[in-house]
Structure formats: structure tokens, C-alpha cells
């Protein structure tokens, strides 16, 4: 092994939605020395390519860890993409920028985790962005990510029906997801401005912060496993043996990666890690408890004369299937034009996506073995419960019948995919589990808890339970699964752990 030639006071692995907060936010100090170890190509502030920018493209598959997964039963292998790029899947998702609900933090003190109130992270979704609208009682008008909340003159015609058409069925139509109320249908709010999505590299790393002389970012390097000296981290060792040592470590390679580096790391299910021939260092649930959220797209091609496609991005309906319980909405409908995905076609195209936001159900991610080129096998079991899919039926059937208002069949011509809709409900469960994908929104691999807890890897600020000096900041450590896009919530995170546990 050689030993690199920067030491740090603080090591970040990954530069995505939370590690480029923290870099930014602990380079702040100039006494810390901070290094930022990103897998994929770091671009500067400046050197991003168009296909980046462009918010109306969604996906990238050359800035992609090119994974799958298993989704369900009958959807045996789904694209997993996850952004492999300084900016993370920021760099290449769709812009949304829509918060966790007060309802899901709650959820998290139900799991003990019981200092994440929604009015303590109030404060910090505010400081994070800079939006000209909306209530001060609930937005930042000054921090570093731009969020803009589209109004009605900003869709297309196919968005608008699929509102009017959702009000029509009784739906509240919402000004702002972001305010005080959620259960409605509106136009979605965006990190997006002049059809430039703005990443968390692109707002957090500027050249202003990349000149602070104790901040180093590099990319191209991918971290195999942390190294230890008893029960504290010094430092990771890359994949190409090189070793970076560090005070504190800092795992923010989301929640496939950080978990990948963990089990590397002989933390994790210890038969499991056995078998792979690594030694244990702690028998921790470390991907034991992967969520993220059963996406089904029904996609129809527009008709001659309304086949404007962007902004991709529109609207949603944010609501309760008639399972949901406690105030939870579990349903999201998203209209939207896939423009560029790869898994879709393109053209004229509008897309009426339904996702189960808040399953029962939960995946796993483990190793087949300890090189870290490989990928971890991926299993999200989705609609894993019975609840799960009738409630997914149910979101499923409401898009359909969103379709077919009178609002909304002026703009739509034919079905693309699937091919049918049928009425039965077991016939439609099973077109549904057939065609399952990835909303992308993964969480909950090294979970927020109490040392007690049979979930918990972490505690409250990201402190790997038994260890010193090793975090993890990133949605891995989200408790569980919340009814919301997750890009604002991980930047929030990253905000306050980096505000409470290095700044106070």
C-alpha cells in the first residue's frame, strides 16, 4: 500500500447530495484540514457537462454506478441508478425539491430517534435554500440551493389537465408541498432554474470554497474500506490500495455505497461477513433494512399539437391510500415527461408514475465478496406484503382513472407501457409487479437509533454505534422511508450534523 500525501483532520467519502455539504461545511474552519474522496469525475464549478445541466434530461448513464436490483417478485432485475459524479444523484435526478413531511420525522422519534422533530429541522431545510416565494414561517431566502417553486404558467398542457383533472376528483390543490399543507395535487417545487439543475457540488463546492487552502476534492478515486486502529477509524485504504488517513472519517456514498464500504469494513451481520471471509469488527444491522419507493409508469404518447415536453418535471399528487393510517400519505402520482431516460422512449411521451411512498416492506444489500468494483446485491423487495400491494394497486388504478378524466384524454393519445391497464384486480397486481422500477430514493441501509435498538448502526448524529471517529451522513441513515423525494432531506441532514456535532 502507498500512503497518500494529504492527511486530513476530517476525510469525506463521496461528494454527493450530503458530502458536499459537509465539505463545504467543515472546510469553513481553516483550521481543519478537510479531503473529499469522490468516485466519480469531479467537474469543478464550472466543467459540467451540458447533459448535466440540462434539467429536462433525466438519468446519465455516463455518470452511473450502472447497478441493478431485484424490485419484486415478478421484477427480478431493475436499473438502480445512482449518480457517479461530484453532485452525487443530484447531478443526474430530475430536480425535484420537495422536504420529508412533519408526519415522517415523527415517524423517526416512533423509531427513537427522538431529537429530529420536524421543528428541529425546520431551521435547517430554511438556511439550505434561497426561494422568493412562499411563507417565511417555512422557507430561506439567502442559503445556497436555488428552489423554485413552479407555478401554472410554467407547464406544460398535459401537466395542467393532470391537475385540473385531479381537482376535479376532489383533490386540494396545493400552492406549495413545501408550506404547511401536503394532501393535494399542485405543481412540484425545483431545484431547477433556467432549465439548469443546480446539484449540491454545484451550490455547496463553488470556486470560492474550492480556494480555501485546507479543503482538497478529488475525484476518480473509490474507497474500498475504513481503516482501524482498535475500535477508531484512521483513515480508508482505496481500491487501488492507497491509504488516506484521517482523524475522522465521514462515510457519504449514499445508501448503497456507504453500506458497501461498512461491510468491507467488517461491520455488518457477522455470519454474513464470516462467509466472505472478512473478520467482524461488530455485528450491526448494516443492510438489513433498505427502502426505497415501487415506481410504476404508465406512459401514453401526446397527441399532435400538445407534445411540448418540458420542463420534464410538472406535478404531483401527494395522497392517502384508504390503508393509510396516522395522517401518513403513502401515495405519490407524478406527471412527468421522461425525456432522455434510458429505460423509456422517446418523443412526444407523458408518463402518470405512481410510487408507494411509505411501504412496509424492506430490502437488503449485501456483498458477494470483498472487491470493491463489484457491486452488492441489491434486493428491494418491493411490494413485499400484502398491504403493500394492495395499497399500490390502489395509486395505480387512481392514475388510470386520472387518464381517462375529461380533463386529461385531450392531450393523451395511445398506451405506450404497459400495454394494457386491465380492470381486474388480480391481473392488474400482476402488470404492476411485472413492470416495478426504482423511484430512487434509497435509505435507511445504516439507520439512525439507539445503541439498544436491533435497527440501529448509527446513532442521532451519525456515530457508528462501538466506533470513534466514523460517521455516517448520508440517507443511509434516514430511519425509515419517508412520503417524499429524499435530495433536500439528505442536504438537511448534512446541514445539521455537520452544524451540531463540528460547528457548536
Do not use: C
Not at 461530484?86 to 408526519?103: C, L, M, W
Not at 422533530?117 to 417555512?138: I, K, M, Q, S, W
Not at 433498505?290 to 415506481?295: E, G, I, N, R
Amino acid at each position: 500500500m502507498s500512503n497518500s500525501v494529504e492527511p486530513a483532520d476530517v476525510l469525506i467519502v463521496g461528494g454527493g447530495s450530503a458530502g458536499a455539504v459537509l465539505a463545504a461545511r467543515l472546510s469553513e474552519n481553516p483550521a481543519r484540514r478537510v479531503v473529499l474522496l469522490e468516485a466519480g469525475p469531479d467537474y469543478g464549478p464550472t466543467r459540467f457537462p451540458a447533459a448535466l445541466l440540462d434539467a429536462d434530461r433525466i438519468a446519465d448513464l455516463d455518470h452511473d454506478w450502472g447497478y441493478t436490483a431485484r424490485g419484486g417478485r415478478l421484477s427480478p432485475e431493475v436499473a438502480a441508478q445512482r449518480g457517479k459524479v461530484i453532485g452525487g444523484s443530484s447531478a443526474v435526478n430530475v430536480g425535484a425539491a420537495h422536504r420529508a413531511r412533519a408526519r415522517d420525522f415523527a415517524g423517526w422519534a416512533e423509531q427513537g430517534v427522538d431529537d429530529w422533530a420536524f421543528t428541529d429541522v425546520l431551521p435547517y431545510f430554511r438556511a439550505l435554500e434561497n426561494t422568493p416565494t412562499g411563507h417565511d414561517e417555512f422557507h430561506g431566502r439567502s442559503g445556497p440551493m436555488p428552489v423554485r417553486q413552479l407555478t401554472g404558467a410554467d407547464l406544460t398542457a398535459a401537466h395542467s389537465a393532470f391537475i385540473d383533472a385531479a381537482v376535479a376528483y376532489g383533490h386540494k390543490r396545493i400552492a406549495d408541498f413545501n408550506g404547511s399543507e401536503q394532501d393535494g395535487v399542485g405543481a412540484f417545487a425545483v431545484n431547477v432554474v433556467d432549465g439548469v439543475r443546480h446539484n449540491s457540488a454545484l451550490v455547496y463546492l463553488t470556486a470560492e470554497v474550492r480556494a480555501r487552502p485546507n479543503l482538497l476534492v478529488r475525484g476518480g478515486v473509490t474507497v474500498d474500506r475504513v481503516l482501524f486502529r482498535g475500535t477508531k477509524a484512521t483513515g480508508v485504504v482505496t481500491a487501488d490500495g492507497a491509504v488516506h488517513h484521517a482523524d475522522d472519517v465521514i462515510l457519504s456514498a449514499g445508501a448503497y455505497g456507504s453500506a458497501a464500504i461498512l461491510l468491507r469494513s467488517g461491520i455488518g451481520p457477522a455470519a454474513d461477513l464470516t462467509s466472505l471471509g472478512i473478520e467482524p469488527r461488530a455485528d450491526l444491522p448494516v443492510g438489513q433494512h433498505l427502502q426505497d419507493h415501487p415506481f410504476f409508469h404508465t406512459i401514453y404518447t401526446l397527441v399532435p399539437g400538445r407534445t411540448q415536453t418540458s420542463p420534464a418535471l410538472g406535478a404531483l399528487l401527494w395522497t392517502a391510500s384508504s390503508e393509510a393510517t396516522d395522517g401518513d400519505l403513502d401515495l405519490n402520482i407524478v406527471a412527468v415527461h421522461p425525456n432522455g431516460a434510458p429505460f423509456m422512449p422517446t418523443g412526444g411521451i407523458f408518463a402518470l408514475s405512481t410510487a408507494l411512498v411509505l411501504p412496509d416492506a424492506h430490502g437488503t444489500l449485501r456483498l458477494v465478496g470483498r472487491d470493491p468494483m463489484t457491486q452488492p446485491v441489491i434486493d428491494h423487495n418491493f411490494l413485499g406484503t400484502d398491504r403493500d400491494r394492495r395499497r399500490m394497486l390502489e395509486g395505480v388504478r387512481l392514475a388510470r382513472e386520472l387518464a381517462r378524466h375529461p380533463a386529461l384524454t385531450p392531450s393523451l393519445a395511445d398506451l405506450l407501457i404497459p400495454h394494457e391497464l386491465p380492470d381486474d384486480a388480480t391481473q392488474l397486481t400482476r402488470v404492476i409487479e411485472s413492470g416495478l422500477a426504482i423511484y430512487g430514493h434509497a435509505t435507511s441501509t445504516a439507520p439512525m437509533g439507539t445503541a439498544d435498538s436491533p435497527r440501529a448502526v448509527v446513532d442521532s448524529r451519525g456515530a457508528v454505534h462501538g466506533f470513534a471517529a466514523l460517521r455516517v451522513v448520508d440517507a443511509s441513515i434516514i430511519p425509515s422511508s419517508p412520503s417524499s423525494v429524499t435530495n433536500l432531506t439528505t442536504i438537511m441532514l448534512a446541514e445539521r450534523i455537520a452544524d451540531l456535532v463540528y460547528t457548536r
